[in-house]
């Protein structure tokens, strides 16, 4: 089967999906700068959960390359984005309240840094 998005050897939908995870990356980046400069406790929790989240979404997408895959479902464009879609729900909602903890240590360590006052909280 021909793969309509696809060029040569480089798959369009993997730079895409490469390029989306870039530019959550720099959101996370700029979020938190934002909010060491505007002294918000509560958008700190907020990006350390979505930090999180991003993480766990990191951990399923490498669980799910372990998988063989079935003749049950194609692998097919829009298996892999429904598969992407569904982890990505996963993590958000394996983040919120405590999730594994990591958002909860980050966010205890970089408020430290917002009790004292310190304006270089990332380099």
Same mark, same amino acid.
């Given at each position: 089967?021909?793969?309509?998005? !696809?060029f040569?050897?480089? +798959? ?10 870039? !530019?959550? +990356? $720099?959101k996370?980046?700029?979020?938190? %700068? ?7 406790e $509560? ?5 350390? %959960?979505?930090?999180?989240a991003?993480?766990? +979404? ?10 063989q895959?079935?003749?049950? &479902?194609?692998?097919s464009?829009?298996? +892999? &984005?429904?598969?992407? &879609? ?22 205890? %360590? ?14």
């Amino acid at each position: 089967m021909v793969n309509p998005i !696809g060029f040569g050897n480089i +798959n369009i939908t993997d730079l895409a999906i490469n390029k989306v995870e870039e !530019g959550e +990356n $720099k959101k996370f980046e700029s979020i938190l %700068q934002e909010v060491t400069s505007s002294k918000q406790e $509560k958008e700190l929790k907020v990006a350390c %959960q979505n930090f999180e989240a991003l993480f766990l +979404n990191m951990i399923f997408k490498s669980m799910r390359n372990t998988i063989q895959k079935s003749e049950f &479902m194609a692998d097919s464009f829009a298996t +892999n &984005m429904y598969e992407d &879609m569904l982890y990505e729900k996963f993590s958000e909602e394996a983040a919120k309240d405590r999730g594994i903890g990591l958002g909860d240590m980050l966010y205890k %360590q970089l408020s430290k840094n917002l009790e004292r006052g310190d304006e270089n909280i990332v380099e």
